[in-house]
């Protein structure tokens, strides 16, 4: 898709004599200089030397051209930016590794460059970030959007976290809603966050009163008039940086990752030591692998530090594919289920399946069975998704293991538990792909009355409305809760950070009689 470079969305051109139609500007059509007497001349030829950029922000900056309008929510988001520059230098760090893919890939498309500002509204470039609607990854795809763009997801791998896959997949859509939305980039991103049907009825709504039909005059979730501007004020904010008094940590301007086909199933701790790092450190670039390894039908794509692929590559062909899982062999006992040998070995009933050419899940005890298993403890898989989830803080009061029992469903669970099917989801991380197990583990998180609570007190709900000043640790104090609830009960994520007027929930103890 074409994209000119003198394209605005936004209401507002800054090009004189543009002619503004429906959020866009249109280059204007320039009559040709009228005829003149040919004159002759000695014509010296310059050439032009262009400044290298070093800085990947300045390429960014360089290549903006959404218009930034005069909105109060701007403003708003604007101040808020300048005013936590700590944010944006801890979202540089995050995205260092991977922004230089993204912005290729935006120019590759001749897309506009600030949609490569869409993770750090989205998730503050945290690739493990999941929202409370079950949206996961950097681009914080739902199962749903992410099964419709040709992700994967299924007990080893979540392609919502895998950062290469899910650009691509999130590209693709941006380009779709764009030509689904009248090719109006403000009505595309306001799209991605709401559905491009609310905003083609908005539009219809708007139309059909006679009113305007621009992206502010719109009738829209309050999330999605939040999230346009929040976007537009982050653009400006890294425009105009030094003029706003905040120092971007410099991200060089080359390639800082390369993407590495394993070929074949392959242990993460071993491709950690043929690339010589740690695992822990190759999990951070690949978070989209759940366990200890990558999937047994794939993918194989492993994202390495640029200095240490083609090493990589080397070992990896010296290491023959047999060897490159750990296998176990195990004999069936009576009372065995393929399914309980699975949850045991930290493994899946169809890697057992194909690992001994099994058609179906009938087993005989006496018999053997080939089973993956990891190199190391998979307790050193320090960001496997069973690891994330033991080390979750508690923001639900007790946490309970519970193991998935025949006949259960999220619905039976969840009420016999007093809790949400979507909390059930959003602590296991579970979706649609991922139906539930005989044998597996859940994590609950269950209010109770432990013996630190009054045994007066009840719980009642309060919505906090930040002020300028606040703190999660000054409102943690103030209410007498954990900062670790309050990052819990707000799905807050990682990043960690609030905005005056933002509403927080906060579960709080309350002595009977005072209520």
């Not at 460059?113 to 950097?138: K, M, Q, R, T, W």
């Not at 043929?274 to 759940?290: D, Y």
């Not at 999220?410 to 009420?415: C, D, K, P, S, V």
């Not at 104090?477 to 007027?501: H, M, T």
Request: charged share 20%.
């Amino acid at each position: 898709m074409r994209v000119s470079p003198y394209f605005f969305a936004g209401g507002f051109a800054l090009l004189s004599g543009c002619q503004v139609l429906n959020d866009q500007a249109v280059n204007p059509v320039v009559a040709p200089p009228a005829t003149q007497p040919m004159v002759a001349a000695t014509v010296v030829e310059t050439p032009a030397v262009a400044e290298q950029i070093t800085d990947l922000w300045e390429r960014i900056r360089q290549d903006m051209t959404l218009a930034v309008p005069d909105k109060k929510l701007v403003n708003h988001y604007r101040d808020w930016y300048i005013a936590h520059p700590q944010h944006l230098a801890i979202v540089s760090e995050r995205a260092a590794p991977f922004l230089y893919l993204i912005v290729e890939e935006l120019e590759k498309r001749r897309l506009p460059i600030e949609l490569a500002l869409l993770p750090i509204v989205e998730s503050s470039f945290d690739p493990f970030a999941y929202s409370h609607g079950a949206a996961s990854g950097l681009w914080q795809f739902t199962s749903p959007m992410a099964s419709h763009f040709g992700l994967k997801m299924n007990w080893w791998y979540d392609g919502r976290r895998d950062v290469p896959a899910a650009t691509t997949a999130a590209l693709d859509m941006l380009e779709y809603l764009y030509n689904k939305t009248g090719q109006n980039w403000l009505y595309a991103i306001a799209a991605y966050n709401t559905g491009e049907g609310r905003v083609l009825n908005a539009i219809k709504r708007n139309e059909s009163k006679g009113l305007k039909t621009d992206f502010w005059s719109l009738k829209l979730p309050k999330e999605t008039k939040r999230y346009v501007p929040q976007l537009l004020a982050l653009a400006d904010v890294i425009k105009h940086a030094d003029d706003y008094g905040i120092a971007l940590a410099a991200i060089d301007n080359a390639p800082q990752i390369a993407v590495v086909d394993a070929d074949s199933q392959i242990d993460l701790a071993l491709a950690a030591r043929l690339a010589k790092m740690s695992t822990e450190e190759l999990q951070r670039l690949n978070p989209g692998f759940n366990r200890w390894a990558t999937a047994p039908e794939g993918p194989h794509t492993l994202v390495l530090p640029i200095d240490k692929s083609e090493e990589f590559k080397l070992a990896l062909a010296g290491t023959d594919s047999a060897a490159r899982i750990n296998w176990l062999r195990y004999q069936i006992k009576s009372g065995d289920s393929i399914g309980v040998i699975a949850k045991r070995h930290n493994t899946t009933i169809a890697a057992i399946r194909s690992s001994n050419g099994l058609t179906s899940n009938t087993i005989v005890a006496g018999k053997y069975l080939l089973i993956p298993v990891s190199a190391q403890n998979p307790e050193l898989y320090t960001l496997s998704m069973n690891q994330r989830l033991n080390n979750k803080p508690a923001g639900k009061g007790n946490k309970l293991d519970y193991k998935v029992k025949a006949g259960d469903s999220l619905w039976t669970i969840a009420r016999a538990h007093k809790v949400k099917i979507d909390q059930l989801s959003r602590w296991n991380h579970l979706n649609s792909k991922n139906p539930l197990q005989l044998g597996q583990k859940l994590v609950i998180w269950t209010q109770g009355n432990g013996s630190s609570h009054d045994a007066n007190a009840v719980i009642r709900t309060v919505n906090y409305k930040v002020k300028s000043g606040d703190s999660l640790a000054r409102i943690a104090s103030r209410f007498k809760v954990r900062v670790s609830d309050l990052i819990e009960w707000n799905d807050l994520g990682s990043a960690r950070y609030i905005q005056p007027g933002q509403m927080l929930k906060l579960l709080v103890n309350v002595t009977k009689g005072s209520v």
